[in-house]
């Protein structure tokens, strides 16, 4: 009999972990608390695919920046502070994360894992039904110090092999030349894409459905049987039930450390609030995605849809929605793309997800030392749909005891214990 795989959580990076242990012939079972129809962290967000996302949030400078924003309520970045021995740990190994040195080990990793990845969803589009549009990626700048900074950025991308173009306000216009933008000068990498999360995800999950996953929706895992000090034997739910398993993938996003301290084991992770508001008609309908540098505002046409979502909330895992923090989202757009106005928005219900960010900005990707059968797949931040395909494709290697097709000790769940 195949090993049988139990992952909990059918986020991106479940389905994505569900679908890459099938194909290496093992029998799985996906336990989600939500029911099939959700809406969570992997559906309304901005569908970008970004090998350009080669430096980790944490990194020099972002202190600075988080501490002037701290006190603006409509601002991209926000900690709002709460007495948590938990919180204060993650800043604290935040700002240790956040030098040059991290960044210069972090870099050509998250470069092959993205590029990795992307080959993933190009493979993907030949047996499912989503559309990955391969138009690239504008970083978007209003004035002439964030354009320099960017085009630092895009010469530390060119050195890794990333392509990056740093083009001034009408070389922009030539790329996309129905859209009018108020900005000073962007930044263009070709090889980042986009697709609409829904529609990749509803593609993936009716695969799975069909090449005989086991669902279990409304399953909420709420504890673990432990049979020898090394093994765990099954899944606990909420209802009573039991799954009992040979391996388990905890990929539960921003819910994973709830769920690991029922093993003793500690996994910062810190929830990172989200916004998104899709205009279904939008009055002009940019061709390339865009991110507006200067409000760190990601914009991206879904078909004839147009997103726009952004702000990064660390507030624990309430899902409540803060009317500033949209309206933060809407302004900004309308400053960088001057046709549109906030009203286009006023019908328009927000969305709202919680990325699950690791102080050190690099996801948590590998088995635990502590539990024989026990791995992690979480922490991805901004970047869990563009590194779904590849961390469900390592975590079947892993499982597998295979050859590992990128080395990942630095993504080690044991880092922090
Ligand atoms: C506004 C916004 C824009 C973004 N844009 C991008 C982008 O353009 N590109 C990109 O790559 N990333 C983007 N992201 C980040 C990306 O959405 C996340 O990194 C990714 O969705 C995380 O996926 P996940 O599977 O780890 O977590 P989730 O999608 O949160 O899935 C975890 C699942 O586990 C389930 N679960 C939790 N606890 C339990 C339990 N006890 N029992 C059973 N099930 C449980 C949850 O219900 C959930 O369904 C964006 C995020 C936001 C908020």
New binding site residues.
Partial sequence: MSKHVVV???????LCTAYYCLQRGFTVTV????PAQ?D???????????PSHFIPLAAPGMITTALKWMWNSSSPFYIKPRLSADLIDWCLKFSRAANIEHVRRSAPLLRDLSFASRSCFEQLTTSMDYELVKKGLLMLCQNERTLEDEARTATHAKELDIPAEILNEKQTAVLDPNTRMHIVGSVYYPLDCTLT?ERFLAALQANLVNAGVQFIWC????DFEIEKPRRIRATMLADGNQIEADELVL??????P??AAKLSLRIPVEA?????LTLPKPRQLPSICSILTEARV?V?PMGEALRV???MEIAGLSQKIKPNRVRGIVNSFCRYFPDFNPSDFDDIPPW?????CSPDGLPYIGRTARFDNLSI??G?????????PITGKLMAEVLSDSRLSHDITMLSPDRYN
């Fill in positions: 909990i959580g059918a986020g991106v990076i479940g336990v989600e608390r939500l959700r969570g962290t992997s559906f309304g967000n901005a569908g970008m695919i970004v999360p399953g909420e895992v709420v990929c539960s996003g921003a819910w994973s709830l769920l990172g609030k989200g916004y998104s990601a991206t979502g952004g702000t709202r997800g919680l990325r699950p797949a979480t991805h931040s901004m970047m869990g749909l563009s590194l779904g």
